[in-house]
């Protein structure tokens, strides 16, 4: 397997960040992830932008490199046509302490790996053990401090589930540990607004623009609806059961994903 590392395609088995990166000792960064059809990033503009945002937000200056270049080497490099694509920046390495350094020289890795069949229909939980903070800054941008995500995720699995839902500190449904969430309640396809805690994402921004909207959401609205399903940059989700409630029928979840992700 072969990784793509501060501009040079490199072994993983090789692969080295420095001890002192910020990335890894205080997941200063960001990361996105992306869907390769037939050897092309999908949504490529849309993760640039998402990843020059949350840049922005964090003071990160982003390095400069070619995306579909590295991707065409990777893919290549490791046999694929088909892939998922996960590209990670951070600052860098820096001195021991919070304040970042005056001139941070950034690491970028981009890493490559078979693109998985779709998965069948998830059944949530909601989390208990944390909540989403929809006042942060960091729940609008991809950021590499995932641990309320992961906690979440090890109770959902903890029960039985296939993924937790994240209630924000007003009890209002956010997202899914990885992905957004919509409903289809009265004809109308809805999904919880970014200011309740919703992550802006690339998939998530095609259905509001075939005319889905932003709606809080309660989790009284969740077991009224007739269908739920999940999504993110690698497909769309049908959700089988939101703890007791459940949904059996996914029409417009197997329509979406036959017409976006063919």
Not at 165 to 192: C, K, M, Q, W, Y
Request: charge should be neutral; glycine fraction near 8%.
């Amino acid at each position: 397997m072969h990784v793509w590392l501060n501009g040079a395609l490199v072994d993983a088995a090789a692969a080295r960040i420095a001890p002192g990166d910020r990335g890894f000792t205080l997941g200063d960064g960001l990361f996105e992830t992306l869907a390769v059809r037939h050897g092309a990033p999908r949504r490529l503009e849309a993760h640039l932008a998402r990843l020059a945002e949350g840049a922005r937000v964090i003071g990160l200056p982003l390095p400069v490199f070619d995306l579909p270049a590295i991707t065409a080497a990777l893919l290549e490099a490791n046999g694929l046509a088909d892939a998922v694509l996960r590209l990670t920046v951070t600052r860098g390495e820096g001195p021991r302490g919070v304040l970042p350094p005056a001139a941070p020289a950034p690491t970028l890795l981009v890493t490559a790996a078979a693109l998985a069949p779709p998965a069948g229909p998830a059944r949530l939980c909601v989390a208990r053990v944390t909540r989403r903070n929809e006042h942060s800054p960091l729940a609008r941008i991809k950021s590499l401090n995932y641990l309320d995500n992961i906690l979440a995720r090890q109770e959902a699995q903890q029960r039985g589930c296939d993924d937790a839902l994240l209630l924000n500190t007003r009890g209002r449904v956010a997202e899914s540990t990885i992905a957004n969430l919509f409903v289809v309640h009265d004809g109308a396809l809805l999904t919880p607004p970014v200011a309740d805690g919703a992550l802006p994402g690339v998939m998530r921004a095609d259905l509001l623009a075939r005319g889905a909207r932003e709606a809080p959401l309660t989790l009284e609205d969740l077991a009224q609806a007739s269908e739920i399903f999940l999504t993110s940059s690698l497909g769309i989700r049908p959700v089988a059961a939101v703890d007791d409630a459940t949904f059996v029928a996914h029409p417009v979840a197997d329509r979406l994903q036959a017409e976006l992700m063919p």
